[in-house]
């Protein structure tokens, strides 16, 4: 009897099991199919794109993007949709830089070059001085000051080819472009030139944040990047003479701080509305293109999240809420004004998804988690199998999701894939026309699928605090 019995509720929890993974299997048919047939992110991006274009944070395009996403959130009917109000920095690039290597009296060669984020103007005449390259900063302490003073730090390391990761390889030499400026002006640099980050040889130079730490304005010096193919021809040229100098003019401007803000809305859950899911990308982007990949696409199919899960007629147990976070690219005040009120309000998170690293084909997810949270997620995977989502690792989440971190909190970021991405990232290219319509919604099919599992199951972490 008690055989029968311990075998009849093996077979009734496999049948539960079995049921359960149909179910899943079906939502997340309904959810791919909608996203494919009937998706409104390719919509909204054209829209942010091409009618708002590049969002610089505290510029007038940004504050047109919070209004249209505001709207746009309000008419998915959502529970509530509101502004977050956060200070952000005011950064202009004014005119159109120029730069020029001078190989001779009266000879040169144009390069392309942009201003870095954040970096203040070189005189009104512009600055020219002779050229050391470099390939980092430890390089700058054995050259000493008696090599640095006066000249302008040309810093040359390249992203690593063969990373099969490229946000390894991005993060590899990112540190000279954020603080190469601050570190070249301590030996007495008159200005720096950084190779653009990017895998590809090209003519476009790519923009992105800098910092000068605590070094006094007085002291501050102007920075820009080059395009990897003028990279390319100063490093040459200075191999065969020392002596070139190097030419550039930019009229940048940094204002006081303005308000900006986050935008949210939010499906309250139906069993335990006080736990969180948060799925999100930010506003605010660089002002070369129209930041479609950086970050438009992460915002679009975040608010898709939430209105896929309504047109499939599912219902959050738990509370759903988008966040399309401002000043991302050269600050994060969105995302830690976020965290600080999320905190005060004691505000449980128990998942939080990111979206910024493109709209190009979904791979997969990174997890910032327990290992006892990324079993159960690696339970899902095969749900994912049939779309060809393949990536399910522990590792970063995201840099706006990343505030939220602890108290057993599940952080992850979106995959995608990635060898494109740096051909546009922080660049000109940057644009609505290179963003594939399928691939942004494959993404966003596969954000709503992972966001609907979350909110079905719950993490390990809130389970057991449950009970």
């Known amino acids: 009897m008690i055989k029968k019995t311990c075998l009849l509720i093996a077979v009734t929890l496999i049948s539960f099991v079995g049921i359960a993974q149909t179910n899943d299997e079906a939502q997340l048919q309904k959810i791919y199919k909608t996203s494919l047939t009937n998706g409104k992110s390719y919509e909204w991006l054209d829209y942010l794109s091409n009618q708002i274009g590049g969002r610089l944070s505290g510029s007038f395009n940004a504050e047109l993007a919070v209004e249209y996403t505001k709207e746009q959130l309000e008419t998915l009917g959502l529970d509530r949709v509101w502004l977050q109000p956060v200070m952000v920095p005011k950064w202009t690039r004014g005119i159109k830089e120029f730069a020029y290597i001078e190989y001779g009296p009266g000879e040169t060669n144009g390069v392309n070059i942009c201003a870095l984020g954040g970096s203040v103007a070189t ?89 000068y730490g605590d070094l006094p304005v007085s002291k501050r010096i102007p920075a820009a990047a080059i395009s990897t193919n003028g990279a390319e021809s100063l490093s040459t040229m200075l191999a065969l003479n020392k002596d070139i100098k190097f030419f550039f003019r930019q009229t940048c401007k940094v204002f006081p701080d303005v308000q900006s803000y986050n935008v949210i809305g939010e499906i309250k859950g139906s069993t335990y509305p006080d736990e969180i899911i948060t799925v999100g990308g930010h506003l605010d982007s660089w002002d070369l293109g129209d930041g479609s990949h950086d970050d438009g696409a992460g915002c679009v199919q975040s608010m898709e999240v939430l209105r896929l899960l309504k047109e499939t007629g599912y219902t959050p147990k738990r509370t759903i809420r988008v966040v399309l976070f401002m000043n991302e690219e050269n600050g994060l005040r969105g995302a830690t004004k976020y965290a600080e009120v999320a905190k005060e309000k004691g505000e449980n998170h128990v998942f939080a998804l990111e979206s910024d690293a493109g709209g190009f084909t979904p791979r997969g997810f990174s997890f910032d988690c327990s290992d006892v949270d990324f079993e159960q997620i690696l339970s899902w995977k095969p749900l994912f199998k049939p779309y060809l989502i393949h990536y399910f690792e522990q590792g970063g989440s995201g840099a706006d999701v990343g505030p939220l971190k602890g108290n057993g909190t599940v952080l992850a970021g979106l995959r995608p894939d990635s060898q494109r991405y740096f051909d546009h990232h922080h660049a000109a290219n940057d644009t609505f026309e290179h963003v594939n319509k399928r691939e942004l919604e494959l993404g966003a099919a596969t954000m709503t699928s992972l966001i609907y599992l979350m909110d079905k199951y719950g993490t390990v972490a809130f389970n057991k605090i449950k009970g």
């Open 123 to 211: 005189p009104a005449g512009g600055l020219k001085a002779h050229v050391i390259e470099v390939q980092g900063l430890d390089e700058l302490e054995a050259l000493g000051e008696e090599k640095i003073k006066g000249k302008i730090v040309f810093y040359n390391r390249p992203m690593q080819a063969d990373l099969i990761q490229t946000f390894e390889a991005y993060g590899g030499c990112v540190d000279q472009r954020y603080s190469g400026a601050a570190e070249a002006a301590k030996y007495g640099a008159v200005g720096v030139i950084v190779r653009s980050m990017n895998l590809r040889l090209d003519d476009l130079p790519h923009t992105g944040s800098m910092s």
